[in-house]
């Protein structure tokens, strides 16, 4: 038995790092982006999909559809007070795009790596010859593919079920609003979801910072002057043409602001947010056990 | 000597907390025991050496490359993490399918090395369970199983026998022997002297984050006789271990636990205890053995202070 020895350099095995594998994978380098995210995205996937969580968000996003079935039957027996399109422009903008996607986004997102450093299998990714980024970008599309499947066809169901209560004609004419009106959904949950795997990748804690979030500075969406531009929900809410009428301050201050600007400061978002993210996970040690 | 693993003046704390000091070492071939008490730096030394870590002073080299920010390893590095910790809906076929999957091979290759894996811990029959239904044991093992599917060089294998029972240790503890025979660098961390020197003579003893001393387990067993070593075991029935153990000349003490599944024994002769125990427990259903680290601790303050 000898102590410790003193600082000296020992000729490392060269052979192994440079060696090629047996099996012919390039054991130089990690794993392909593409190949990693798919097979990250294929592990997260089925355990997203069946997760306590989905059962509530069938719930948030499914509601409408459920809403719409009561609100047909009530409108077919008595006159028309409110009209059925105007019905559908509050549950897409209000409840959607203000509300239920946001907070889908939320609790999904800031859960993509905060779960798996909870429950400690984070050691298991993270010791796997890929690119951390690929990581979250399997993920993150696991989250996308996981959110859309419950909104798009709630929101199709809704479209349909009120739309058509007075007959099938005219329909033809709203349909492209509906197509409109996912790409705006589909924007929601990107740009949400970015913006909270950022918050997810830094905080400890990100549920309560994120429902300040939505519903205390997203209201700046209706204050005066510059400060809707820094909100997200702003930029979504001028994308949707058939918005119902907006009340109190609201009414007063709100902005609609130009379709190529709202595109332009998304699209910049997602880019900032999902970088970011990135770069934070990437060079983040998770201490286990510590 | 070629290293596969070295440590340049290697240093990590966290905070205030040393966890990590000043460390230069290097590890080889063969298998590599770890060796120290709860808390003495074994999981900090692991970590740095998988790159889940970065050292705060120093260098961590792992087949010539920095350990930190080298994902590429890991086609050659497989890693058993202590934590009991799965995607507990999978089942073990599953997990290690995903695992292979994400080490870059195809879908056929990736059943015949997850099958081959499941294969040499034993798990073949249980492949199709979900893991959250496998006993401690079992868990381990898949745990062991996902970091050799990948047929590594380099095996970083933090107390892969906690909690197993006799029989599967025994055959993890053999696995373990024949991978360091097969020429791959295994490092294995344990507060046990016993579990160590059942894989490998090599040691290196780490305490409050420095490497004291490395070498041969067999001049740290001299200093251990003098100290009796603790071993709990929890049984179904706990009645017939102690009546199959208490007349062995090996056992100086045995006591009941509270909760009245476990039995502690004291004994002076560790390596006769094991193997006289391994037919007595099959009897009495033990289903989960350890070593507290006291006698281990005491060790070391004795070495520290020579």
């Known amino acids: 038995m000898s102590a410790s020895p003193a600082p000296s350099r020992v000729t490392p095995d060269p052979s192994p790092a440079s060696a090629p594998s047996t099996d012919g994978r390039d054991v130089t ?41 009561a609100f047909r039957i009530l409108l077919t027996r008595l006159p028309p007070r409110v009209g059925a399109f105007d019905f559908y422009g509050v549950v897409v903008a209000f409840y959607y795009v203000r509300n239920a996607l946001p907070l889908a986004a939320l609790f999904y997102a800031t859960a993509l790596i905060a779960d798996e450093v909870e429950g400690r299998t984070i050691t298991y990714l993270l010791t796997r010859p890929i690119q951390r980024v690929s990581v979250l970008a399997g993920k993150f599309a696991a989250y996308l593919v996981t959110t859309l499947a419950l909104a798009l066809p709630a929101v199709v169901i809704t479209f349909f079920l009120l739309n058509t209560i007075r007959g099938w004609s005219g329909i033809g004419a709203i349909v492209p609003e509906l197509f409109r009106d996912m790409g705006v959904m589909i924007l929601t949950l990107v740009v949400y979801g970015a913006f909270f795997t950022l918050m997810g990748v830094l905080l400890r804690r990100p549920v309560i910072p994120g429902l300040l979030f939505l519903f205390v500075w997203e209201l700046l969406a209706n204050a005066p002057g510059y400060l809707p531009r820094f909100t997200i929900t702003a930029y979504l809410r001028s994308l949707i043409h058939h918005r119902p009428p907006d009340e109190g301050l609201a009414e007063i201050f709100a902005q609609v602001l130009p379709t190529a600007l709202c595109l332009e400061a998304v699209g910049a978002m997602i880019v900032v947010f999902l970088a970011g993210a990135a770069w934070i996970f990437s060079q983040r040690e998770y201490v286990l056990d510590q | ?255 009941f636990g509270a909760e009245g599944e476990w039995v502690t024994v004291q004994t002076a002769r560790p390596d006769e205890f094991y193997s006289s125990v391994v037919d007595a427990a099959v009897e009495a259903g033990v289903s989960e053995m350890y070593s507290p680290d006291e006698n281990l601790e005491s060790v070391f303050k004795y070495l520290v202070a020579r």
């Open chain 2, 1 to 255: 000597m070629t290293a596969t693993m070295e440590f340049v003046r290697a240093s990590r704390w966290y905070g205030p907390v040393i966890a990590l000091n000043d460390v230069t070492t290097t590890v080889g071939p063969g298998v590599t025991g770890l060796l120290g008490p709860n808390g003495a730096g074994k999981s900090t030394f692991l970590k740095l050496a998988a790159g889940q870590l970065a050292p705060s002073q120093g260098e961590v080299r792992v087949l010539g490359k920095p350990a930190w920010g080298s994902p590429e390893l890991f086609h050659r590095v497989g890693v058993c993490p202590e934590p009991d910790a799965f995607w507990e809906g999978l089942t073990g076929l599953q997990f290690l399918m995903a695992l292979l999957r994400l080490t870059g091979f195809d879908d056929a290759e990736c059943k015949r090395r997850a099958d081959h894996a499941l294969e040499q811990v034993a798990l073949t029959e249980a492949r199709d369970r979900k893991i959250g239904g496998y006993s401690k044991g079992m868990r381990q093992r898949i745990k062991m199983a996902q970091s050799l599917a990948h047929d590594p060089q380099v095996l970083l294998l933090d107390e892969p026998l906690s909690g197993m029972d006799p029989v599967n240790r025994r055959r993890v503890v053999d696995l373990v022997k024949k991978l360091g025979r097969e020429g791959r660098t295994v490092l294995v961390s344990s507060h046990i002297l016993h579990e160590v020197e059942a894989m490998t003579r090599r040691v290196l003893l780490i305490h409050n984050g420095r490497i004291l001393a490395e070498g041969d387990v067999r001049e740290i067993r001299d200093l251990m006789d003098e100290h009796p070593h603790t071993v709990a075991l929890r049984a179904r029935d706990p009645r017939a271990l102690a009546r199959a153990v208490v007349g062995s000349p090996h056992v100086l003490s045995l006591t």
């Open chain 1, 29 to 69: 380098r990690p794993v392909t982006f593409w190949r990693a995210a798919r097979a990250v995205f294929d592990l997260s996937l089925e355990g997203m999909v069946w997760s306590r969580r989905s059962l509530l968000m069938v719930a948030l996003l499914g509601g409408p559809a459920l809403l719409s079935l």
